[in-house]
């Protein structure tokens, strides 16, 4: 099933992709852009982490599908390896916590975001 992208999730994963400055997180190779993935490790289902930096990394194609999505073993390790063991076992705990958006919230995220691109532009 699709999950259907809001503002909040266009703005996030552009403000995700500029971060990494066009360069994958993975293979470190220079994609650009428009041409990396923000790659959720916990799925974007979670609302608790659907747009929490730390939960997100910009891959190309190729890392995003074939390297972690085909390896959920590996992608582990390697999110260990980028976040430190305290950072993944943060995380991971927060994925047990269920948050219910407001839409003060989301109006408060997406400004938060669009001064966060401002920074890249």
């Known amino acids: 099933m699709k999950i ?69 073993h590996y992608h582990t390790k390697w999110m260990e390896k980028k976040l430190g063991k305290v950072g993944f076992r943060k995380l991971t705990l927060a994925s047990n916590k269920l948050k219910k958006w407001t839409k003060d919230e989301l109006k408060e995220l997406r400004a938060s975001l669009r001064k966060k691109l401002k920074e890249y532009n």
């Open 4 to 72: 259907k992208l809001s503002e909040e999730d266009r703005l996030f994963s552009l403000y995700i992709r500029n971060k990494a400055n066009g360069i994958c997180e993975h293979c470190k190779k220079v994609k650009g852009v428009k041409r990396l993935q923000a790659s959720h490790y916990f799925g974007r289902r979670n609302k608790a982490l659907r747009w929490d930096e730390k939960n997100v990394s910009a891959l190309c194609f190729t890392c995003h599908m074939v390297v972690m999505t085909e390896n959920p």
